[in-house]
């Protein structure tokens, strides 16, 4: 490919809203184009990586036995109010009607579709278990689309989901799509882990992430130091903490009873006022839950006053879509008392869940639903309350696989695998008939990749400052040709002939011929990313080239008269 010929918009400037590099560079190095929020052109050399890294994805996919298929984008309201998901997904969801007022949704995520497709046609078990797939444009209308590629509205998912005939048989194809996508994140050079998640709005038991470290990452990661147990924070467990036991004598006076605690409402407070760590008291967190259908209700949770609230945990362990903050006035309507909140004595009918690691406690201060009272020596049965795990894993906490140190670091989220069940097969009515000619619903698992989102994912991780650095196989072209003068005879020519011959033998080659500076050439070498360079220039008449290696920019002066055989030789 020659460069003059092709349509790479190079620019100096970056967008205003573009912070993170492969933001930056992607429309810098004219790989992408921004047509709206979270909506973008995928220029010539955009569109290379991208299909590249979708080669990539199918080709480990086919292999894994999954088979490919090729969905409707637009999909009908009929499906989604089967699954229940029509009210459930929120406005992320794009809802529409036709000319003759038919509702549609532009799919987000296909699962109705393809439960769809199955219940059509599967009606045996000896047709099972089946992995099918679709690499396709999603669109979500995402409330905060930014990072360019990152976190688009219109992007490109590989989408799979595979149907069996039961728990065991969906257990072995989830450990097998993690090996298949474990070689794909490989493949493409990218320094990854294996996470537990949450199962967030889709449902079900089981599920992984498999996260990109960067620093841009928008997910926190628990990692332990010890073994190699790694979860999303939304869904880190640690072992139970272990707070300062009180010395004889210390222990703060645990008779039961109200205090007068005028005035102190936050734990600090508190936790000065009865000079005790924070280990010991109460923490209630109010929060507003919003169910399907417009319900919504106050609910308080409870934890220590050392911990931190993880919402996602919060709102699962209510089964509530979202939960949102709630007003001193709200709360006051409910019958609490803000600053005042506490387990005993918490008006009838409000909605509670205490944090597991409290069951068992007896010495523990909270508020006593009165203004200005606390109540010492709260004890918290060892069973028989709404316990949940509600707490945000810290730094320094300890692993519950090991004990060792858990510490936090960075992810982008390009993977998720989950174990479905029956979540959706039983709504909507799929079913096969087993050995016995008994009807069961399908046994489903889901697979998801960011394949757009991994063009982003790749850059944040292979990057320097002043450009892109492709890895091997994402690469737009393995090698770029650069001619110093393109108005020099001798340097075109060799040019020439090295760009034919290592075409002839397979290799990639931008064959940059641009009446243009040595310079500016050399600038939009290394903003592009592509992995090695050879510069054609005035040592032409020495019999040398130069070989560069994009990444940390390492040249090397190579024969002319040998020059395949050394690229070859590198470039592998
Ligand atoms: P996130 O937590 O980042 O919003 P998600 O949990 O909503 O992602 P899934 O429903 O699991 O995402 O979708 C499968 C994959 O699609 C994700 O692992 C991610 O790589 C990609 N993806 C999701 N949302 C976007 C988006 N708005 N833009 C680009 N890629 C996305
Ligand atoms: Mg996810």
Redesign the pocket.
Known sequence: MRFSRYLIPTTKEAPSDAVLPSHIYLIRGGFIQSVGA?LYNFLPLGKRVLDRVRDVVKEELDKAGCLEVDLAFVTPAELWKESGRFEKYGKELLRFTDRKENEFVLG??HEEMMVNLVRQSVKSYKQLPLNLYQIKT?F?D?IR?RFG?????E???K?GYSFHKDEADMKREFDHMEATYSRIFTRLGLDFRVVEADS?A?GGTGSK??MVLAESG??TLVVCEGCDYGANIEAAVRKPAEGPRYEEGEAPEMTRGKFHTPGVKTIEDLARFFRIDPFHLVKAVAKKALYDEGREEIVVFFLRGSDELQETKAANAVDANELIDVTEEELRAAGLVPGFIGIEGLPEGIRYVIDRELAGNDTLIAGANEADYHMVGVSIPAEGEPFADLVAVREGDRCAKCGGKLRYTKG?????I?QLGTRYSEPLGATFLDENGKARPFVMGTY???V???LAAIIEQHHDERGCIWTRESAPFDLEIIVSNIANDAEREAAETLYHALRERGVEVLLDDRKERFGFKINDFELIGIPWGVVVGKKIADGTMELIRRDGLERTEIPADRAIEEILGRIG
Not at 149 to 153: A, D, P
Request: proline content about 6%; cysteine-free; charged content about 30%.
């Open positions: 979270g987000p995520t999603k979500r995402e689309p590629l990152m976190r688009g509205r992007f490109l998912m989408d967030g889709i992430e498999f928008e997910d982008i989220e390009v993977g998720h989950f998801g990749i960011g757009s989102r991994l």
